[in-house]
């Protein structure tokens, strides 16, 4: 069931994923050659708690990071690991929200260590591309469908490929509620937007093939062929009269708290 937000929890909305943003960026700021992703973590995870939320990832459905962190062909849900150090030319995925007074941030950035091949570079760019063009379509009247056909059509157009099993998702008090909000889709299908519905828009790109596979720790989600991906969320608030980025700030420079 699609939940509505009043003004008032359109507020509370506004300040978690305030922080969450603020996180983001900060995590981002943060990556350096030879730092394992269990470092950059703990870095998320203490920022997080200083500015008084609470990281809504840690536990939820067990996962044991503040962040997922996600290196070159793992596409999502990266565990944090003593192990993984990030090296010059990776390309990192950050996905981390904070819940603050009983609501729920997410968002997430594709960022790069260091000079990065130039593939690597344009996935990179198409993506964040096609998360602002399925923003464009988020508008109140326009349906999930016209968001995903935008972000498909623009990632295909540019020789990459979409998640089909994982997509983005309605925010509130639950991190994931309703409704569903793929990656891909038809114009004009799917749930109407209308004024109070609060998504997470959350392109997934694969570099070639878009099949992925599981690994047996049970979240590590990667390419199947090997392949780089690229992630970037955002979430946004569907108005009357326009479409709020609650998130933004990760996107801008001289944002804080």
Known sequence: MIQIKNAKELEGMRRANALSAAALKFG????????????LDKLICDFILKHGGKPNFKGLYGFPGAACISLNDTVIHGIPSHSEVIRPGDIISIDTGAKVDGFNGDNACTYA??????EARRLLDVTKEALHLGIAQAVAGNRIGD????????????????????????????????PEVPNYGTPGRGPRLVPGMTIAIEPMTCQYDYKIKTLADGWTVKTRDGGLAAHFEHSVAI????TEVMTRGWEDPDFTL
């Open 28 to 39: 981002g700021e943060q990556i350096e050659a030879g730092m394992t992703t269990w470092e």
């Open 113 to 118: 260590c260091g000079k990065i091949d130039l």
């Open 147 to 178: 968001i995903g056909h935008a972000v498909q059509t623009y990632c295909e157009a540019a020789g990459f490929s979409v998640v089909r099993d994982f997509v983005g998702h309605g925010t509130g008090k639950e991190l994931h509620e309703d």
């Open 239 to 242: 108005l009357k009269d326009r």
